[in-house]
């Protein structure tokens, strides 16, 4: 069985918390406590410019002593943003977060922001297609 994005967003759900490039840190900090996330999709109208992560804060703004309050999210966000499409597979998704060392891919349709995947979620689809294939094997083996 080959999951993709779209079998993850499919059982994790499409919400997609964001912020604008004018939000300040602190705002945006606000916002992952309140929705239990780690990163956020900055976006200017419709169009994804970025995406700032709680790893972001601690090395950008805590290091280099900021204040979150005063700083926008532009100055920490990353701008070059790596997106996957519906169709990707979880193992390469795996094999590029892994690769990339990132935690967060925002999921592109036709250019519009239809999702994020977080790396647990690959770790959680990877675990249920593993239990499948078991269950299937221990199946075939008692036939």
């Not at 990163?39 to 200017?44: K, N, R, S, T, Y």
Request: charged content about 25%; some cysteine.
């Amino acid at each position: 069985m080959r999951t993709t994005v779209a079998h993850v967003l499919g059982a994790k759900g499409r919400d997609v918390w964001a912020v604008t490039p004018e939000t300040t840190v602190y705002e945006a900090l606000e916002v992952m406590a309140d929705k239990g996330v780690g990163a956020l999709v900055v976006v200017d109208g419709e169009r994804l410019v970025g995406i700032v992560s709680e790893r972001d804060y601690a090395r950008k703004v805590i290091l280099m002593e900021r204040g979150s309050r005063e700083t926008p999210v532009s100055e920490i966000m990353t701008a070059e943003v790596y997106t996957v499409t519906p169709s990707v597979s979880v193992a390469d998704c795996m094999a590029t977060m892994t690769e990339r060392r990132f935690r967060h891919l925002p999921v592109l349709d036709d250019e519009r922001l239809i999702g994020i995947i977080s790396i647990g979620d690959i770790v959680k689809a990877v675990i249920q297609d593993q239990q499948f294939l078991i269950e299937q094997l221990e199946n075939y083996i008692t036939s």
